[in-house]
């Protein structure tokens, strides 16, 4: 069965992934990312972007089986996760949420509506083991911890409510490991070896994931070899 799969975030190592991984697993895929023009373009931080991509998509005719938000913000310009109070900057701390949190949350808001009403539908984004509250030893990432439990919540509530009206909607979470793009790069030196990740073999492993689930597991946290992670 032909299956329609949008990936938000498409030029990201784990996002250009998704899509070759779908590609291969014969989905049609539609890649938007904010480094696109034209019909291809997303800015996750705009939220009159978001609305629009959306719009063309429904312009098209086009009814997504499956949406897939791979963006996310760990350093950048510069600035880094915090490694203790004095660190923290409410301007830095903000932009942690509108691309971790708020972004995927308005990708929800305007492209469910888009996706099968009485059937299967499924909505997943890129969550963290990180933002697990429970699994927390370490403290420090002040801004992405937050954020990424902020958007682990933001996942169980548009799965309530998608449920609601949706009985075969499924919406989750992926903790995708540490995978070797420009997001890990300056910190792949503490990692073990053999737990650095490829990204196609990331993006394939958490399909094989998404393919497993039902929606019993819907509001869930999954990590790539389909463990689930606690909130």
Request: glycine share 10%; proline share 4%; hydrophobic share 45%.
């Amino acid at each position: 069965m032909s299956r329609t799969t949008v990936v938000i975030g498409a030029s990201g190592g784990i996002g250009a992934a998704f899509v070759r991984q779908a590609g291969v697993r014969g989905d049609t895929v539609i890649a938007l990312a904010r480094s696109l023009s034209g019909e291809d373009h997303i800015d996750l931080e705009d939220e009159a972007s978001i609305a629009a991509a959306a719009a063309r998509l429904a312009d098209r005719g086009l009814a997504p089986d499956r949406v897939i938000v791979a963006t996310g913000l760990l350093h950048a310009d510069g600035r880094g996760p915090e490694k203790s109070m004095k660190d923290l900057d409410a301007t830095w701390m903000a932009r942690n949420f509108a691309v971790n949190t708020i972004g995927p949350a308005l990708a929800a808001k305007h492209f469910i509506p888009l996706m099968p009403r009485k059937a299967p539908a499924l909505f997943a984004t890129i969550g963290a083991r990180v933002g697990s509250i429970s699994d927390n030893r370490l403290g420090g990432w002040y801004g992405y911890r937050a954020a990424k439990a902020a958007l682990h919540m933001t996942i169980r509530n548009i799965a309530i409510e998608w449920g609601r009206r949706n009985d075969q909607a499924i919406a989750v979470a992926l903790h995708p490991g540490t995978v070797d793009t420009a997001l890990s790069k300056p910190f792949q030196g503490n990692v073990a070896e053999g737990k650095l990740f490829d990204a196609d073999r990331s993006a394939g492993m958490m399909l094989d994931v998404l393919d497993r689930l039902s929606p019993a597991d819907s509001g869930g946290i999954f990590a790539f070899d389909g463990s689930a992670i606690q909130p």
